[in-house]
């Protein structure tokens, strides 16, 4: 009983930690992502097709994350965190101090992000293995809400920092020097974690024909979130003549409404299952990408326009759908260490595809107009939700534990 107690104790001082860990990357990645742009275009004066051209390297690493998460998986989820917040924050003082040149600046952006994209698998199975006896979804839910509630504001601090409304004329060198703290409080964090540690040999990548569901949810979800991504901000800005300020406040509200719907989202998904969500909300995100197709042609510009605002905060709010993948496959799982290399997998693979649709997206835009974009995309909803309803979860399934 008294091993129990201690034991509880552990983990709920881990999910602190954790909590701070998280809450730091929050800050760190909406300070760093607010503000990367405006960094781009006045301390390097680039031009759109540079900017194109930089998404390659940018995500390459999403692509390469599944490599180098299978040479370190062995040291543990908790310890791979560690490399991948250093990793993160090196990238963050090489972009505000070191780059001295753009060159140099394209190797701190790729540092920045292979930290970045490695820790994208790791904190759902970290979650997944703090949540124990509660419900995975809900566990889930927690860490995507405080996730959110600090990225909104790290990029107060920049719309704070940069605005004119209080003169603070913060330079981009402070503004990196904070997130670059911030994520060092995040790593800090994760090395005073004291939950069982998995040690020995590094962990071989998986792949196998029981997850081929999970695999095929990743790469469709890869293709449905780059053309929100890219195309759903283009067609306010292009068509609608809207300036950056608008997009920001329509992240900033989505984020809002996020940090209330991520547990619910959680919830709903312990009570009724994955599948019912990853089901239920095609028909949704389907709604919306024909209100994208449409909205150009109503002949009230302004009702378009309002019409482009709900579909845009609707398919942000249903991004946090992407946490019902980790819970499905932490209950299908057929070997207890698969999670973390799987979870890494689906990253990959959610790159691989993402890496490809803005060529495609934007060669059928300019070839036959934007409608037919957001057209295709339902193609592959409707291939995802005949995924999803595939999606069954074996009764009396346990999401496994993870040793982190």
Partial sequence: MLNKAISTNILTRDFILFSLAVAGMGMASGIHETSYNNYLSDIFAIGAEARGFLEFPRELPGLLAVFIAGALLGFGPVKVGVIA??????GLFGLGFLSTNFSWMVV???????????????????????????????????????????????????????????ETNLSYQQSYFIAMSVGLGAMVALIAMRSVRAEGKPTRLVWRSEYKIYYWLCLLWGIR??????????????????????????????????????????????????????VGEVPIIIL????????PFIANAQHGLYLIFICYIVNSVLGASSMIRTSYISKILTHENDLTPTLAMGVSLDHATAMLMPMIGGLIWGMFGSQYVFLTAIVFLLISGYVASKAVVPSHSQPTTVSI
């Fill in 108 to 166: 701190y952006m790729v540092i920045w992000s292979m930290g970045n994209h490695l820790f994208m698998p790791l904190e759902g199975s970290i979650a997944v293995g703090l949540a124990k006896d509660r419900g995975v979804g809900e566990v889930l839910g927690k860490i995507g809400s405080i996730r959110l509630a600090t990225t909104i504001l790290g990029a107060a601090v920049i719309w704070i920092g940069f605005g004119s409304f209080l």
């Fill in 288 to 295: 919306t990408f024909l209100g994208y197709a449409w909205a």
């Fill in 225 to 278: 979130k780059q053309i929100f991504i890219t195309f759903a901000p283009w067609l306010i800005i292009q068509h609608f003549q809207q300036s950056a300020s608008i997009i920001a406040q329509l992240w900033i509200a989505t984020s809002i409404i996020g940090i209330v719907f991520r547990p619910l989202l959680g919830r709903l998904s312990d009570r009724y299952g994955e599948r019912v969500i990853l």
């Fill in 85 to 90: 917040i250093g990793m993160l924050t090196i």
